[in-house]
């Protein structure tokens, strides 16, 4: 017979070096106090998750406990190496041996140890992106799949697929249901792919990011000493943005704190925004019923934002049925309402941004301490258009800048080749993109069509040839048919794609569609790229975003030619803005809400606020999808510190419909008015000459507003 004896742990009267009280708030104070046994701590936007974490650590090991049996986990190295630096900070002691880290660094750290039990040697190689896909495109040559007959995923989208299966405990098939649909009549053979990786990587001896986490959770299921020995070495478990984490995290931390259950997670349910790479809402949502007995704290008081813009904040996340409830609390002193500006077009709107900032910068804030947010990267094509026009220094968080993302530069290729044949360098990146052409394959082909393809006064017509005996056709028509010509010099695999792309060509040269820019873009779209998304992009959904808001940024071009010569010279001044210089101190900041998270501003606008864009037309179908965008919408308002204006154009293009009003944002409706500012904008309109009524000519800098 045997039966559990409760050890308790002594702790010898402590001698405190931090007066907890003193640098604490009230709310603080509470949670890093807590006495053993599982807690939530709930932080609201910007009322000091970190500090509040930072000074847990320091005062369970002030009380006794051993560095080396607290495990803290976070999502970033950073996070975790700025948290234990402060503690040490606090404490003058070193805290090295304190298990700091993220999910995967720590994993990595016991599977060096125990490896050997599943099936992999110590000194295993983690593979990284790049790896890990060639390590797929070997599986799936392996295999013998026609991938050209079937559309098969490329190995980044495969790698992604098994991802989001692993960290959410779906299968495959079940994930092919829900997130890539159009791959789902292949699940068997995408199934296959993964059994072949599985066994490449044990092999091979290397584990990718994810067996990082799969592989530790393997050995505390299926190995019962090695279960005990971490649950007893941890005597305490920290959890940072516990909001964000998957099914797979969320079981490693239960078990490792099944039996003594002295675990603290620390997030903000508000702030649950990554549903779409695999977070599980419900983690946080039930940790009080997973968890019997759990204390929960809630820390309310902002040290970011105005007492404005809180309140704006508190009332946009009200609505939400799902949430813990909570009320951010100011500690700094009043300043301006929130702006609600409703503009005519995203033009205007990009005019509002552009003339707004500059004002504010007179002011004296800094362009560096302001960001304008968006739900979609799409959303500030017009404004990236304005800045540069107004030369007007911005970076964007993402690095890539709308009209130099690799899907928008493809759709550009076809227009460009259809304008200007002559242009070797969108002829081959259009041919590179087909199976089974490569670098020289391409160069081979470039030079195929030259020798086919004729125009009066081409450098490409064979020198030979006089030129008024050179084919006379018009360009659009002769371009084409040298494509046809050059069937003969395609490989075998790529004689599909290449008929294909002949035909693509025939279509978008034909007069009717060659007129009109957003016409052709579409036309791409219908004619295999979109499919082409599908298979090479995990995101392919929002490129596709991208390239119908590009048709319908190119109507107000009159020609094809317009929209491509100020689509290159955007680029080429972009292109300059990226060289360090010593006159550009300081650069607006353009980022997705997403890419925006931790991150806080002066000043913040929020554009294109309408129904159907923010929130998403996809994510209203469901009302957890409506609930995880208003959590995105709070994140947002919550990143200022002193102003924040957010817009919505009031007509919008609507693919294959033309112009249509367009309703504002759901979210905006949710704010009572009182809480808000309105500004209507009005056109500009020169001063009227007063010079002889003895009137100034200060109207003519009269606020447009």
């Known amino acids: 017979m045997s039966r559990d004896y409760q050890l308790n742990r002594f702790s010898a009267p402590a001698e405190l070096q931090i007066d907890y009280a003193r640098e604490l708030n009230a709310q603080q104070y509470a949670a890093v106090t807590a006495e053993d046994g599982p807690a939530l701590v709930l932080a609201g936007a910007g009322a000091g998750k970190t500090r509040t974490l930072t000074y847990r650590v320091a005062w369970l090991i002030e009380h006794g406990t051993p560095p080396d049996r607290i495990l803290l986990l976070t999502f970033t190295n950073k996070a975790a190496k700025e948290m234990m630096r402060r503690v040490s900070d606090l404490l003058g002691n070193d805290v090295s041996n304190l298990w700091g880290g993220t999910f995967h660094s720590v994993g990595n750290r016991i599977l060096r140890r125990h490896a050997e039990v599943l099936g992999w040697r110590p000194d295993f190689t983690i593979l990284d992106r790049e790896d890990a896909k060639d390590l797929l495109q070997a599986c799936v040559d392996e295999s013998g ?185 100011p500690a700094r002193p009043s300043g301006v309402k929130p702006v609600v500006v409703a503009c005519m077009d995203a033009g205007e709107q990009a005019s509002f941004v552009a003339q707004r900032a500059l004002e504010l910068r007179d002011e004296g804030i800094a362009l560096a301490e302001m960001a304008v947010l968006y739900r979609s990267h799409f959303h500030a094509l017009e404004l990236q258009f304005e800045l540069t026009r107004r030369n007007i220094p911005f970076s964007i968080t993402s690095g890539i800048r709308f009209f130099e993302q690799a899907h928008v530069k493809d759709v550009a290729a076809y227009l460009k080749l259809v304008h200007n044949p002559r242009d070797e360098i969108s002829f081959k990146r259009l041919a590179r993109m087909m199976p089974g052409v490569g670098g020289k394959s391409a160069d081979k082909l470039w030079q195929r069509f030259c020798s086919e393809f004729r125009v009066p006064g081409s450098e490409l017509a064979p020198a030979s040839e006089p030129r008024e005996t050179q084919n006379s056709e018009p360009k659009t028509q002769n371009l084409p048919t040298a494509l046809a010509r050059c069937s003969t010099a395609v490989p075998k695999k790529t004689a599909a794609a290449w008929a294909q792309f002949t035909a693509t060509i025939a279509q978008l040269c034909a007069p009717e569609i060659r007129a009109k820019t957003d016409a052709m873009v579409r036309l791409v779209l219908e004619a295999g790229y979109e499919d082409y998304l599908k298979a090479t992009y995990t995101n392919f959904r929002n490129r596709l975003e991208d390239l119908e808001q590009l048709a319908a940024f190119s109507r107000q071009f009159p020609t094809v030619e317009d929209f491509l010569t100020q689509l290159a010279l955007l680029t080429n001044v972009e ?45 209203i179908d469901s009302p957890e999808g409506e609930e995880e965008e208003r959590r995105l919408f709070y994140v947002a308002v919550t990143r200022a510190k002193d102003e924040l204006y957010l817009s919505h154009p009031l007509m919008r293009f609507i693919q294959g419909g033309g112009d249509a009003m367009q309703q504002p944002s759901r979210f905006l409706a949710d704010i009572p008015v009182e809480l808000r500012e309105e500004w209507n904008l009005r056109p500009h309109t020169p001063a009227t000459d007063f010079s002889d009524m003895g009137e100034t000519s200060e109207h003519s800098e009269e606020s447009p507003f």
């Open 575 to 619: 292109a300059e803005d990226d060289k360090p210089r010593e006159d550009d101190h300081e650069k607006i900041r353009l980022s997705s809400i997403h890419q925006a998270k931790g991150l806080e501003f002066r000043v913040v606008f929020v554009i294109m606020l309408c129904d159907g864009l923010f929130p998403s037309s996809r994510s």
């Open 145 to 329: 799949i026609d991938v050209k007959e079937t559309r098969f995923p490329k190995p980044d989208v495969l790698g992604d697929i098994f991802s989001m299966a692993l960290n959410t405990g779906r299968s495959i098939a079940e994930t092919l249901a829900q997130d890539y649909d159009h791959f789902a009549p292949l699940a068997d053979k995408i199934e296959d792919i993964a059994l072949r990786y599985r066994a490449r990587k044990q092999s091979t001896n290397g584990m990718d990011f994810d067996d990082l986490l799969t592989q530790w959770l393997a050995l505390l299921r299926d190995f019962p000493d090695l279960r005990d020995f971490y649950q007893r070495r941890f005597q305490f478990i920290l959890v940072d943005e516990y909001q964000d984490t998957n099914s797979l995290q969320g079981e490693l931390i239960d078990r490792l704190a099944a039996v003594h259950k002295n675990v603290m997670v620390v997030g903000d349910d508000a702030q649950s925004i990554y549903a779409w790479r695999g977070a599980n809402f419900k983690n946080i949502l039930e940790f009080p019923k997973r968890y019997y007995g759990c204390q929960t704290f809630k820390i309310e008081v902002n040290y970011r934002s105005t007492p404005e813009i809180l309140a704006f904040a508190n009332a946009a996340i009200a609505p939400n049925i799902h949430q813990f409830q909570k009320e951010l609390a």
